[in-house]
T-cell receptor, first 110, second 110 residues
Framework: GESVGLHLPTLSVQEGDNSIINCAYS??????FIWYKQESGKGPQFIID?????DKRQGQRVTVLLNKTVKHLSLQIAATQPGDSAVYFC?????????FGAGTTVTVRA | NAGVTQTPKFQVLKTGQSMTLQCAQD?????MSWYRQDPGMGLRLIHY???????DQGEVPNGYNVSRSTTEDFPLRLLSAAPSQTSVYFC?????????FGSGTRLTVV
């Protein structure tokens, strides 16, 4: 079965607002997590990753937070833009194998 | 530098037919893998390879064969296609982090 899951299947966000996408994982042995963005008709695109020895990592307009106590990670997107509309997946990695959640569809309102 | 190239992009098969989905990478990554994506679900691991001559099963291997004779190529074979194999197939590679995905093959079995 899936070792990770996302809390909400859809998220509607006003352009310019911040977005927060949540993910819960069940495998406490997972030591590496990745967020992917998938646009229609395309393959998953790497956004940002985080190792289990970290609790926060920042990229360009994105931040990933990891709470190992409650086995939860989140992706924050600052100043959401129309181009951020996509499906977002979290995945955990064990022995090079990715386990994906079902995804959250983000829709940006103009 | 093409990254990960998958062919064909689309394919329709009749039940019982066989075919090979191609995956080629030019990043000299040792690890390659195949995933399938069904509507409303995350990607699920079919088979993976940690290097030339080495393959192993993932979460959903039944009905699929793989081989890895070179670092660059990792073909996925369907010996006798079934409607349950209608899906979008993605190939991915990594050198240890930041997995790179191909653009996918959309397969329909009728």
């Amino acid at each position: 079965g899936e070792s990770v899951g996302l809390h909400l299947p859809t998220l509607s966000v006003q352009e310019g607002d911040n977005s927060i996408i949540n993910c819960a994982y069940s495998n406490s042995a997972s030591d590496y997590f990745i967020w992917y963005k998938q646009e229609s008709g395309k393959g998953p695109q790497f956004i940002i990753d985080i190792r289990s020895n970290m609790d926060k990592r920042q990229g360009q307009r994105v931040t990933v937070l990891l709470n190992k106590t409650v086995k939860h990670l989140s992706l924050q997107i600052a100043a959401t833009q129309p181009g951020d509309s996509a499906v977002y997946f979290c995945a955990d990695v064990n022995d090079y194998k990715l386990s994906f959640g079902a995804g959250t569809t983000v829709t940006v309102r103009a | 530098n093409a990254g990960v190239t998958q062919t064909p992009k689309f394919q329709v098969l009749k039940t019982g037919q066989s075919m090979t989905l191609q995956c080629a990478q030019d990043m000299n990554h040792e690890y390659m893998s195949w995933y399938r994506q069904d509507p409303g679900m995350g990607l699920r691991l079919i088979h993976y390879s940690v290097g030339a001559g080495i393959t192993d099963q993932g979460e959903v291997p039944n009905g699929y064969n793989v081989s890895r004779s070179t670092t660059e190529d990792f073909p996925l074979r369907l010996l006798s296609a079934a409607p349950s194999q209608t899906s979008v197939y993605f190939c991915a590679t990594t050198k240890g982090d930041g997995y790179t995905f191909g653009s996918g093959t959309r397969l329909t079995v009728v």
